[in-house]
């Protein structure tokens, strides 16, 4: 991901305005890799970066009612506020794909948590919660996420110990281990899951890609505590806080 203006990412998390962001920044409560920062019109590269504010109790009054969203993200949408390279999650947040049949009042702002690739299904959360959003996206809290990955080939013991105990995954990245918790056959198949607290980008495909194995199909089914249980591709659902962490 390109680098962009560090008020232009605060806002896109759903903290506050990017107008707001730019107050916060000159008062010192906006850290970049555990420094803290003042110039305006820096830039940072999300994917790389470590961002923390340490006043997130402003958002507006429009905001001032949390909403949270959870969604099962279909392959070829991109956790973004905006639809430049893609069709974005926001699109589906809409009545039509409310998993019920009732329609519910849909008048509110909400941003992606974290990102999810394009090429990846399964469950994002949604919310204007940027406290909760800073939880859940700074690697200090080592919140989980975990994973069901499809595979070609059988994972050894070897590739099994390297993924485990972390490794390079190339431009200059180190990956810490993650964890393997089920494998199953399917087929010709197999079918992984796996847990992840660091979510550096696209880095369980790097990782196997490493590896020499092709992934054919990646599928987020939990953040936190939240579980993507049996909620159809493309539909979205409310849920609370205490359901998240």
């Not at 429009?62 to 909403?67: A, C, G, L, N, P």
């Not at 080939?153 to 990245?173: C, F, N, Q, R």
């Amino acid at each position: 991901m390109s680098e962009i203006r560090l008020q232009k990412y605060i806002a896109d998390q759903g903290i506050c305005s990017r107008r707001k962001a730019e107050q916060l920044i000159s008062e010192g409560k906006v850290e970049v890799n555990d420094e803290i920062v003042k110039e305006m019109g820096i830039k940072i590269d999300p994917d790389k970066d470590k961002v923390k504010v340490l006043d997130s109790r402003i958002f507006e009054k429009k905001d001032s009612k949390k909403v949270y969203i959870a969604l099962n993200k279909p392959f070829d949408f991109i956790t973004s506020t905006s639809n430049n390279q893609g069709q974005s999650v926001l699109d589906l947040i809409n009545v039509e794909n409310f998993w019920k049949p009732y329609k519910p009042e849909v008048n509110f702002r909400v941003y992606p948590v974290g990102r999810l690739d394009k090429d990846s299904e399964g469950l994002v959360l949604l919310t204007n919660d940027g406290d909760l959003t800073n939880k859940l996206t700074h690697p200090s809290f080592g919140h989980e996420k975990e994973y069901e990955a499809t595979l070609t080939d059988k994972l050894t013991k070897d590739v099994k110990k390297i993924l485990e105990s972390g490794m390079d995954i190339g431009e200059g990245e180190y990956a810490q281990g993650i964890k393997i918790i089920k494998e199953f056959n399917k087929g010709r198949r197999f079918i992984i899951t796996i847990i992840l607290k660091e979510g550096k980008k696209r880095q369980i495909r790097r990782m196997f890609g490493r590896l020499g194995y092709d992934l054919l199909s990646l599928r987020r089914v939990r953040i936190g505590n939240l579980k993507l249980g049996t909620l159809p591709t493309g539909r979205w659902r409310f849920v609370k806080k205490e359901d998240i962490v």
